[in-house]
T-cell receptor
């Protein structure tokens, strides 16, 4: 595997279900990101992790819970979602630095996304 | 937060013609301007980027120009081919935060 991978690629869940999205990067990066992509809207940054520490929570509802056990893996735990949460969820990674978070010069590389449908 | 406006939202061009996408931004602290291409069923892929100390950059058929004074930057695709059909996103980066435009759906007609 190369680059950034995400599983599952498609997920359908009910509003009372609990599910998790997984992201893995094979680029040796230390910063990882979750984005939400809804139709006709710009990509929205949700969370940022740098060296396993969360550095950004962009006012995301608590029904989305991220987890970063190491610099290569990122999870997004989902529970009691709403139909409006249906979207493409994208993971990205970048080099990152130990001091002060990812650098502004860092290029972000995206995975293929998980298409989530909440019924 | 940063506001990035991207135009047009859709663009149809004849194969071999040029395509131009324009973006404006508001945050003068933005210093890095990547362009991403997203094909159906895939995540955004970086195709070209430009940094604030550069006014223009070219990579084969793709070029990007930046006017920091006016806070706008553009993507130019020359000699378009069917495989150029995709959604293109401009973005600005301030610190580590990427702010995206809403995207341009480009269709190259054979």
């Amino acid at each position: 595997e190369t680059g950034v991978t995400q599983t599952p690629r498609h997920l359908v869940m009910g509003m009372t279900n609990k599910k998790s999205l997984k992201c893995e990067q094979h680029l040796g990066h230390n910063a990882m990101y979750w984005y939400k992509q809804s139709a006709k809207k710009p990509l929205e940054l949700m969370f940022v992790y740098n060296f396993k520490e969360q550095t950004e929570n962009n006012s995301v509802p608590s029904r989305f819970s991220p987890e970063c056990p190491n610099s290569s893996h990122l999870f997004l735990h989902l529970h009691t979602l709403q139909p409006e949460d249906s979207a493409l969820y994208l993971c990205a990674s970048s080099q990152g630095t130990l001091a002060g978070g990812p650098r502004w010069t860092d290029t972000q590389y995206f995975g293929p996304g998980t298409r989530l449908t909440v019924l | 937060g940063e506001n990035v406006e991207q135009h047009p939202s859709t663009l149809s061009v004849q194969e071999g013609d040029s395509a131009v996408i324009k973006c404006t931004y508001s945050d003068s602290a933005s210093n890095y301007f990547p362009w991403y291409k997203q094909e159906l069923g895939k995540g955004p892929q970086l195709i070209i980027d430009i940094r604030s100390n550069v006014g223009e950059k070219k990579d084969q058929r793709i070029a990007v120009t930046l006017n920091k004074t006016a806070k706008h930057f553009s993507l130019h695709i020359t000699e378009t081919q069917p495989e150029d059909s995709a959604v293109y996103f401009c973005a600005t980066q301030s610190h580590y935060k990427l702010s995206f435009g809403a995207g341009t759906t480009v269709t190259v007609r054979a």
